[in-house]
């Protein structure tokens, strides 16, 4: 994702409705990061599967594949 208007825009307000917070300014960059490189590897994967299922932004998003293998083996 080269242009960052475009990826926050869709950050903001698709979070907002996930009702999420972060304790500072310091943690909401860190997950915004973590949200472009889980949106790019998104997108690689609806290109490599060209509309034949239908992929799109979750509410783990902000999350690292660490924090998401947490919860799947819990």
Known sequence: INNYIAVHGKFIPKFSSFKRT?????EHQARFE???????ELLEIKRQHQGTNDFGVTDFMDWTKEERALVRFS
């Open 22 to 26: 972060y304790k500072d300014s310091t």
């Open 34 to 40: 973590i949200f472009k490189e889980n949106l790019q």
